[in-house]
Every structure is written in structure tokens, then in C-alpha cells.
């Protein structure tokens, strides 16, 4: 009891000290309410730091590269009569629609990213399913080990694949050393080693949400089933599998979406010619130095994948809301 | 005045008009959009009262609590605690406490800490925290469990340190949110009496919430039945029982049958009623204030009902029926008994001896027969 | 049948081991005297030496330790503020523009996460002269920013879990806002707080996109110096460096869920 007492009038002395009552005194003064105050900080953060920066993205893919600092032009501009010029330049979206090599990326991405939720899907449903049906002590165990890897560095653990993949890697060592192979695979700078990254880096990511959809699963639903003579399988298939599709759904979209725009794993694991959008945007930034191609890229990358996925999900949400 | 009534005066003050009370509600209306959840009620309660409020949920009961305790403003009316306006006061600087229905425990604070924290925030000196902690929980005898967390203690225990929490700072009035709603049968039964018995130890004001009648009556000195955010009826739990004033209120409390008539004769000290569904002239033994012709129900209660072999003579409200179904229920037996009408009419006889040879079986054409004073005639 | 009741186990103990094989070979590899992965030169600590004597490398694990301290620490601040206000706060005129901010950045790929807030800092530097060039201060601010959704998801979680009656309780008992605060809401959401800030702690130490867009030069974080070094393939000092993260996050990870572990008894 002491603790408690000791612990409130040092947090009251901290609220009562002059700085405190000082702001609230001068905030009160402008119209600041305590509430209105702390609803603003957190908002005007998000405000200035993420909303703002995708107008000012959209502002410069509509502008000229320049070699200058910084490399693009002003879209507003005095000219000499005194009257304000709006140079819009759509050039850069132009550009993007002309350039097959830009579409490629944007379609490739998307390929890439799907087949491997499916893959991810595929793995995790059963390790989803055999975590949900164990008993619940084992049960915390393996979710521990599945959300464990994710705390180790991502990047590394997508480096230590390389050792794998490698000319003179470990599998290649495994296969010619059991005669199945004569000479190394090529698998590094692959699209296969692409894929493995991104399934290996994401598979949590489909896991946990099937794990809770699947646990709050009744076993009663399936016991009524097998008690009105549905084998295992056609239980599964007529009961677990439709019930679980809202996880199915959110596990797909965790991986679908950072998948699309992933830069890492086909910039370490990927070949050259595995050409994703996330890469093709930092080449144009970092190499070619284009930051209006570059925002125009990402502003496309926004509207044609992003935003329909944050559509439907929302929908999805408000879908979930209303049953 | 004799002792006798004296008496009668300051345990039911509410039925002395010189009587201040103690906690004044005046006209209370709470609005949501156009969904009314409480409409225009006004209540006085008496100190020292265990006042229920008794009625389905959504009728607007627990609303009226969160107003009394400050959650929630009223959209008009006031409330008065002890004579002063409690408009705008906070919920923390109000005089009342109350005990939530899932008891709200700080899970992260022992029994002990749980007790003390209104006192801590109230500032009490460490000394006399430790005395009042200590007195109460022996009055709610969880000594031994002064140092667990309330997750380590069974649901009767934590309802216990709910209960002790509230009453430390003694509030003029203790509001409970069905206080026992989450206990067992039994326990609940032992608990009703222990409650009984810290409020008139302790004499403060509680108001009760609670959607189980049994409950109302075994604890309350008035029970205040409420629908659809109106007080249907306030009064003593006899007088409810006995005199309730609607077919609402008849039905809500206990079990009871309702006919249907219409007033064919109407003297000073009776009335006489004709009733489709009972198949003849309800004759009731004083008189009853109605426009002729008037439609109303005549509500009557399973035990205040007998069934016979033989028709009883010299005697009035007697209707033929048949015996539809039979439950013993060990201290009594309840029949349904099909009327002419086809009215299923529910009696209860109670089980005087042990042989079973007064039940009556089922299908057994019989008479059932009431006194001209057992029903009760409402006028809605 | 009885082959048909061991297909789930295996495909289990298979993905097991394809989540955890990569790291475990980071471990033996770092201590493999030579360089090369298929050939074991025997056990040897000759890496975690090099490692040391690399001062690029420690100094940018001692940036980005830095770089994640604060931002985690300023993300839980505001994420948690965040929470409450969507969970707590009832309607206000700018809820559903915070609720969506806050959770955009859980599915904005980096790069565009790491554009935007470049172009926004080029800019204000432009406009207003801060903030002057690019560094600590700006990674500090962009990691926040992304760190913040995930605190806000974990926190808002668990305050939508929590019993909203033992916070009327203590403001029915004597508590005002703030004392409800701290008293009641702060030590039960408490867990969520940390593993709010732990999460958010390990995306910035791990975050290499946001981070090489707004960066300046002499601010390369941990990532970006591990990243330049292993586009050019297997460097073992890297398997080192893998293997202290690795080893420092188990053990503050078996320690975190002792601790709740014991709580719980």
C-alpha cells in the first residue's frame, strides 16, 4: 500500500510542477482542450510524417528531372510578368506506360507474389491446423517457435540462404555428393530462389492468422459432423475448410501485399533479369537517380495494388463487423 | 400515535408524507438518437433503503444506475443525492459507489491493495487505510486471502472483495449491478442474506439492480418494477406480488393467470365480470373503479387457485376443466388444466401429506374454484 | 491408415525445419574456420574477431542501437497514445483519417514508405531549412513513424480486450482521468507495452529500405553495412554478427517469457 501511495503523489508532483501547468494554462488559452490535445498528437505526427509525403510523391512525379539538387523541377513557378506558371508533366507516367520493361516489373511482381502466398498457404495450413488441434501447453510452445524466427534480423536470414543456394553451396554440395547431380544447379540469382525467400520470410505471416482463425474453430461442429457419419476428409473439407477462409483471406493479404513491393529478397536472392517493381524503384532512385520516374512509379505501385487491397480489406472488416 | 406505528413510520418512511428522501430522481429521461432507454422516471429513495430495481434487460435499469453513479448524464431531469444537485458532478467526486456486475477487480492489485485504492486516491493517511482495510475484510472474512491476486480467488470470494471496495469509503449510496448474478444457485441463496445483513450492520443506502424477482423480493424493503424505461410500479415486495397494478407487472413477477372480461355489474362491494376465456361471470368480492362496459383482466395466482373432484356448492367462480399435465414438483404440485375455452389455467396445490393419492391424473375432468378476494383486477 | 495419420507430423516437423535450418547454419558457419560453406576447417572464433576489429561495422551497430532505442521508445509513446484515443476516446471529427493512418503503414511497401518520407524531408529543407540534411535525426523520425502502427495494433488489441468496467470502477471509486491512467490502464496493458516497444525495437534495428532512403552519408546503419557486404555473397564475420543477434535476441526473448511465465503462477 505504501508503494502505491509513495508512486501517486510523485506522479502528481510531476503534473502539479510549473512546466506542466504552464502548458495547459497557455494551451487552454488558444482553445486546446486535454482531449483535443492528445488526439492531435498522435494525428498531427501521422499527418506531417505519412499523408503529407504522398502528396509531395504525387507533386514530383508530375515534375521535369534535373541534374540539380534537388534533381527535379518546380511546378509552380513566377515568370517574369508576375504570374504563376503550373508546369504539369505527365511525362513520367508516360514513360512508364511506354517502357514494356516497367509493366513487366508491375505484372512480375504480382506473379511472384501470388504464387508464393499460395506456396506460403499450402505449408502453413497444415502447421496451422496441427497447433490449433494440439493440446494448449504444446500449443504455446510451437507458436513460439513460429513467431521466434521472426524476431531475428530479416535480412540476415534471407542472406543465410545464399550459403544454400550457392554454386558451391550446401545443396549443391548435398547433390553431387550423392551422385544425383554431375554438375552444380544454378540456383542463386534465380526466380526459384526468389520464391523460397519470400515463402521462408512470410510463412509466419499465414500461420498465425490460420492458427487463431482455426483455433476458435468448435470441435463440436466436427464431432456433430462425424456423428452424422462424414469421414474425416469430407469433414474437413465441407466444415474446417469454409470456416476458416476469413484466416485464409487475412494470412493471404500479410503475405500478398509486402510481397509485391518486396526489394530484398530479389535483390540478394533474384537473378537480374527477376525484375520486381520494390527494385526497379530503388534502381531508378539509387542508380539513375530519376526521382520524378521514381515517384511516378510508386504513386502507380499505390494506386493499381495498394489501395484495392486496402479496399478489401476494409470491406472485409466491416463484412466481419456486421455478422 | 402508538409505539406500534411509530414504528411502521421510520422502518417504511415512504409512507410518511413528512418523510425527506434521501436520494431524489425528478423526471429522467435518457435519449440515444431517437431510441429513448429511459423515460421520464422519478423515484425517491429513503435512507437506509435496499431498494431493487427489478426488470428484463434493455428496460433501462442498469442505465439509471450508470446516471446515479455519473457514467452517463441524463438527457433531462435531475438527480438529487442527500439534497445536493449531482448535475455535472464526475463520476470520482460522487458520493456513491458502485459494485459492477463483472466486479471490475484491479487484476493487478491483491485483495488488500483492491480494498484500499479508494482511500489511497482519497489520500488517507497509511495508518488509517491499514485499520479500515483490515476491519472490512474481516467483515467479509477473506483474512486469508488479503495478499492473492483476484484471479487466484473463486467467483463468491472476488464478489466479497467487490462488495468490501465499495462500502470502504462508505458511500451514502452503494449502487450494485446484479450483484450476484454470476453466482451459483446455492451460493447465491447464502449470499443474499450476508448482503442483507452488512447493509443494516453498516446502514447505508443500496440500490439494487437485478433482473431475478426471487432475488428482489428476498432483498429489497421496496422493489421498483421497470419496462421499457418506465417504473412500472414501486412498492414493498407484498404489495407487488399481491396488488400488482398491471397485466406487466401481475406477470412479472411470479406466475399468474389472466382472463379476460368485461364488467357486466358493478356495486359498491363487488363487481361481477364476464369472461370469455374463463367460460362464466367472474365474481369479485369489492369494488373496483371502471367505466361500465370496461374491458379489463382479472389476474389471478396458481396458488390462490384449488382444483376438486366435486363441484363445491353455495360458492362463486367455479369453471369445469380437465387436467392437461401434471408436475410434482416434491413441496407442491402443478397442474394445467384445460378450460372449456381451451384456456390453459396454471394451479399449484402444495403437498400437505405424503401420500400421493390427492394428486389428480391427467385427463380427470375436475372443478377449479377461487375466492371472491384471491384475484386482483387490472385495468392494462 | 497408419501412414496416413503420420502425414501431418512430418509436413510439420519439414516446415520446422525449413524456418529454422537458415539460421542454425548461420550459427555452425560462423565458427567454421573456412571460408567456404561446404568445407568445415574446423571450429574457430576468427570471425567474431574480425568482426570487432571492423569499425564500420560497430559503428554502425552502435547508430543503429541508438537509431532503434529512440525511435521504438517515441513510436510506443505515440502509438499507445494512438490506441487510446481510437479505443477510448468514443467519436471525434478525425477518427477514421487517424485509424487509417495508423494503419497504412502496416501495408505500404517500404520503398514507397521510404520515398515519400525522403521526398517530404527534401522538401522541408527546401521550404523551411530543417531538417538540414539528412541522418540520424531523419531515420529516427521515418522509423517511428512505421514502428508506431505496429505498437498501435498490439496495444489497441489488448485495450479492446480489456475490461472497460475496472477503469469505471476506479474513476467510481475516487480516480480522475489521468489517475485512472496510470493507476489502472498503464499497469494492465503493461505486457502489450512491451512487446510493443520489443517489436518495434527489432524493425528499426532490422529495417534496411527506409533507412538507406533517408540516410545521409557517415549515417549507415547496421542493415545497410550487412547489406553491402553480402550483395557482394557469403562474408563469415557476417555469419558472426547474424550469430550475436541471433543469440542476444534468444536470450532476451527466454527471459521476457520467464518473466511472464512466472507472473502468471
Not at chain 1, 140 to 165: A, D, E, H, Q
Not at chain 2, 98 to 103: A, G, I, L, N
Not at chain 3, 220 to 232: A, C, E, G, Y
Request: with cysteine; hydrophobic share 50%.
Amino acid at each position: 500500500m505504501s508503494s502505491t501511495t509513495k508512486k501517486s503523489s510523485f506522479i502528481k508532483s510531476i503534473f502539479q510542477a510549473p512546466p506542466f501547468r504552464w502548458t495547459k494554462k497557455l494551451l487552454g488559452k488558444i482553445g486546446f482542450s486535454g482531449r483535443g490535445l492528445v488526439i492531435a498528437v498522435p494525428t498531427i505526427w501521422l499527418l506531417v510524417f505519412f499523408l503529407i509525403p504522398f502528396l509531395v510523391i504525387a507533386k514530383i512525379s508530375l515534375s521535369e528531372a534535373l541534374i540539380a539538387r534537388p534533381p527535379y523541377s518546380s511546378l509552380l513557378e513566377w515568370d517574369s510578368d508576375g504570374l504563376l506558371q503550373i508546369s504539369l508533366n505527365f511525362g513520367n507516367y508516360y514513360y512508364l506506360i511506354d517502357d514494356a520493361l516497367y509493366i513487366i516489373a508491375y505484372l512480375n511482381s504480382f506473379k511472384i507474389a501470388t504464387i508464393s502466398t499460395i506456396f506460403c498457404l499450402l505449408i502453413g495450413y497444415p502447421i496451422a491446423y496441427y497447433i490449433a488441434k494440439s493440446p494448449e501447453n504444446k500449443r504455446n510452445i510451437l507458436l513460439m517457435l513460429i513467431i521466434l524466427p521472426f524476431w531475428t534480423s530479416f535480412l540476415l536470414r534471407v542472406y543465410s540462404w545464399i550459403g544454400f543456394f550457392k554454386a558451391n553451396g550446401i545443396i549443391n554440395a548435398a547433390l553431387l555428393n550423392l551422385g544425383i547431380i554431375s554438375e552444380p544447379l544454378i540456383m542463386l540469382q534465380t526466380d526459384f530462389a526468389v520464391y523460397v525467400g519470400i515463402v521462408y520470410t512470410y510463412l509466419p505471416f499465414m500461420i498465425l492468422p490460420l492458427y487463431s482463425n482455426l483455433v476458435k474453430l468448435d470441435d463440436i461442429l466436427l464431432e456433430a459432423s462425424a456423428d452424422l457419419g462424414g469421414r474425416p476428409m469430407i469433414s474437413f473439407f465441407k466444415i474446417t475448410l469454409p470456416l476458416s477462409v476469413p484466416g485464409i483471406i487475412a494470412g493471404s493479404m500479410l503475405v500478398l501485399i509486402p510481397a509485391v513491393g518486396e526489394f530484398v529478397i530479389p535483390a540478394l536472392l533474384g537473378g537480374p533479369d527477376t525484375l520486381m517493381i520494390g527494385r526497379v524503384l530503388w534502381d531508378e532512385f539509387f542508380s539513375n537517380r530519376d526521382w520524378p520516374v521514381a515517384s511516378a512509379v510508386s504513386i502507380i505501385m499505390l494506386v493499381v495494388l495498394i489501395l484495392p487491397v486496402m479496399w478489401i480489406q476494409n470491406k472485409q472488416n466491416s463484412n466481419l463487423g456486421e455478422s | 400515535m402508538t409505539t406500534d406505528e411509530q414504528n411502521i413510520i421510520t422502518v417504511q418512511p415512504w409512507h410518511d408524507p413528512a418523510a425527506k428522501p434521501f436520494i431524489r430522481l425528478k423526471n429522467i429521461t435518457k435519449k440515444f438518437g431517437s431510441f429513448t432507454a429511459v423515460d421520464n422516471v422519478s423515484l425517491d429513495i429513503y435512507e437506509g433503503e435496499l431498494f431493487c430495481l427489478l426488470g428484463g434487460s434493455g428496460c433501462g435499469k442498469s442505465m439509471l444506475l450508470r446516471m446515479l453513479s455519473g457514467f452517463e448524464q441524463p438527457t433531462s431531469g435531475s438527480i438529487e443525492i442527500d439534497g445536493q444537485d449531482q448535475t455535472g458532478v464526475p463520476p470520482y467526486l460522487r458520493e456513491t459507489n458502485m459494485m459492477f456486475q463483472s466486479y471490475a477487480l484491479f487484476p493487478h492489485m491483491n485483495v488488500e491493495k483492491n480494498i484500499a485504492y479508494p482511500l489511497v486516491r482519497a489520500g488517507y493517511k497509511k495508518v488509517e487505510i491499514n485499520q479500515r482495510v483490515e476491519e472490512i475484510i474481516d467483515m467479509v472474512q477473506l483474512n486469508q486471502f488479503a495478499k492473492r491476486k483476484p484471479s487466484q480467488l473463486s467467483g463468491g470470494q472476488q464478489q466479497r472483495v467487490a462488495l468490501a471496495r465499495s462500502l470502504i469509503k462508505r458511500p451514502k449510496l452503494l449502487l450494485l449491478d446484479e450483484p450476484l448474478g454470476a453466482l451459483d444457485k446455492k451460493l447465491r441463496e447464502e449470499t443474499q442474506f450476508e448482503l442483507m445483513k452488512i447493509q443494516k450492520q453498516l446502514g447505508i443506502t443500496f440500490l439494487v439492480v437485478t433482473h431475478d424477482q426471487e432475488e428482489a423480493m428476498t432483498l429489497a424493503t421496496r422493489i421498483g418494477v421497470m419496462t421499457a424505461g418506465q417504473i412500472k410500479q414501486i412498492g414493498g415486495p407484498q404489495e407487488v406480488y399481491e396488488y400488482p397494478n398491471s397485466k406487466f407487472v401481475s406477470e412479472f413477477i411470479g406466475s399468474v393467470n389472466l382472463f379476460e372480461g368485461r364488467v357486466t355489474e358493478d356495486t359498491e362491494n363487488h363487481v361481477l365480470i364476464s369472461s370469455k376465456q374463463a367460460g362464466c361471470d367472474i365474481f369479485v368480492g369489492h369494488g373496483v373503479s371502471c367505466a361500465p362496459n370496461q374491458k379489463l383482466w382479472i389476474a389471478i395466482r396458481p396458488e390462490k387457485m384449488n382444483i376438486s373432484a366435486n363441484r363445491l356448492e353455495g360458492k362463486n367462480n367455479i369453471i369445469n376443466a380437465i387436467i392437461d399435465e401434471v408436475a410434482y414438483m416434491g413441496n407442491m404440485t402443478v397442474y394445467h388444466v384445460k378450460l372449456n375455452s381451451g384456456m390453459i389455467v396454471k394451479i399449484t396445490s402444495p403437498n400437505f401429506s405424503r401420500q400421493n393419492s390427492e394428486i389428480f391424473q391427467e385427463g380427470k375432468t375436475v372443478y377449479i374454484n377461487w375466492a371472491d378476494n384471491a384475484g386482483v383486477v387490472v385495468p392494462s | 491408415m497408419k501412414t496416413k495419420r503420420y502425414i501431418l507430423p512430418i509436413t510439420v516437423v519439414l516446415g520446422f525445419t525449413f524456418l529454422y535450418a537458415p539460421i542454425v547454419s548461420l550459427v555452425i558457419y560462423s565458427f567454421n574456420a573456412s571460408k567456404l560453406v561446404t568445407v568445415w576447417g574446423g571450429f574457430s572464433i576468427k570471425w567474431y574477431a574480425h568482426l570487432f576489429e571492423d569499425d564500420q561495422v560497430m559503428h554502425a551497430a552502435w547508430l543503429s542501437l541508438k537509431i532503434a532505442f529512440i525511435s521504438s521508445t517515441l513510436a510506443l509513446i505515440l502509438g499507445t497514445i494512438a490506441s487510446l484515443v481510437l479505443v477510448r476516446f468514443g467519436k471525434f471529427r478525425f477518427k477514421s483519417l487517424l485509424s487509417g493512418m495508423i494503419s497504412a503503414p502496416l501495408v505500404m511497401p517500404e520503398v514507397i514508405t521510404g520515398l515519400s518520407l525522403l521526398l517530404l524531408f527534401v522538401s522541408m529543407e527546401l521550404l523551411f531549412g530543417w531538417p538540414a540534411g539528412r541522418g540520424i535525426v531523419t531515420i529516427i523520425i521515418a522509423h517511428t513513424t512505421f514502428c508506431m502502427a505496429f505498437v498501435a495494433v498490439i496495444v489497441q488489441s489488448r485495450l479492446s480486450d480489456m475490461d472497460e468496467s475496472i477503469e469505471e470502477a476506479a474513476q467510481d471509486l475516487g480516480a480522475s482521468s489521468l489517475w485512472v491512467f496510470f493507476d489502472i490502464t498503464l499497469p494492465v496493458i503493461a505486457p502489450a507495452l512491451v512487446s510493443g516497444w520489443l517489436l518495434a525495437f527489432t524493425l528499426s534495428l532490422d529495417d534496411l529500405v527506409i533507412a538507406s532512403f533517408v540516410s545521409g552519408p557517415g549515417s549507415s546503419t547496421l542493415p545497410m553495412v550487412i547489406f553491402s557486404k553480402v550483395r557482394l555473397g557469403v562474408s563469415p564475420d557476417v555469419n558472426a554478427l547474424a550469430t550475436l543477434m541471433i543469440g542476444i535476441i534468444a536470450i532476451a526473448i527466454i527471459g521476457a517469457s520467464f518473466l511472464m511465465f512466472q507472473k502468471k503462477k
